[in-house]
């Protein structure tokens, strides 16, 4: 994985992509300005580029996935994390913190994930 940062203001979810998928910051596009779904933008664009996305959320009735949940998944994910109710978007691995796109030596509290996103290879 390439460890790319963000470059301004809520792009942390492009930030992600391009790091998991070893892009310059610049080749990923601004999916939160292409139309009014963020989400499916980025889906379609990555369907183009040879992956899947499957997204992931705590079981019913939870708030945040359980160390448990977060452990189940193989390789590194993009994970949506609780900033105080701002979606925060950080790379994980085995449960553990990978990539920060904001600063590479802030603490994250791993309790408070709120989703998990995994691109599959076609």
Same mark, same amino acid.
């Given at each position: 994985?390439?460890?790319?940062?963000?470059?301004?203001?809520?792009?942390?979810?492009?930030?992600?992509?391009?790091?998991? =998928?070893?892009?310059?910051?610049?080749?990923?596009?601004?999916?939160?300005?292409?139309?009014?779904?963020?989400? *499916?933008? !980025? #889906? &379609?664009?990555?369907?183009?580029?040879?992956?899947?996305?499957?997204?992931?959320?705590?079981?019913?009735?939870?708030?945040? =996935?359980?160390?448990?949940?977060?452990?189940?998944?193989?390789?590194?994910?993009?994970?949506?994390?609780?900033? *105080?109710? !701002? #979606? &925060?978007?950080?790379?994980?691995?085995?449960?553990?913190?990978?990539?920060?796109?904001?600063?590479?030596?802030?603490?994250?509290?791993?309790?408070?994930?709120?989703?998990?996103?995994?691109?599959?290879?076609?």
């Amino acid at each position: 994985m390439k460890k790319v940062y963000q470059k301004s203001d809520n792009d942390c979810f492009n930030s992600c992509i391009a790091s998991m =998928l070893e892009l310059k910051y610049e080749e990923v596009p601004v999916f939160r300005l292409m139309g009014k779904n963020m989400f *499916d933008n !980025a #889906c &379609h664009w990555l369907l183009a580029k040879g992956y899947k996305v499957r997204l992931s959320q705590p079981q019913r009735g939870a708030k945040y =996935l359980s160390r448990r949940e977060l452990l189940s998944f193989k390789g590194d994910v993009l994970a949506g994390l609780d900033m *105080d109710g !701002a #979606c &925060h978007a950080i790379v994980v691995n085995n449960a553990e913190l990978v990539h920060d796109p904001i600063s590479p030596d802030k603490e994250v509290d791993m309790t408070r994930i709120l989703n998990v996103t995994e691109l599959v290879k076609l």
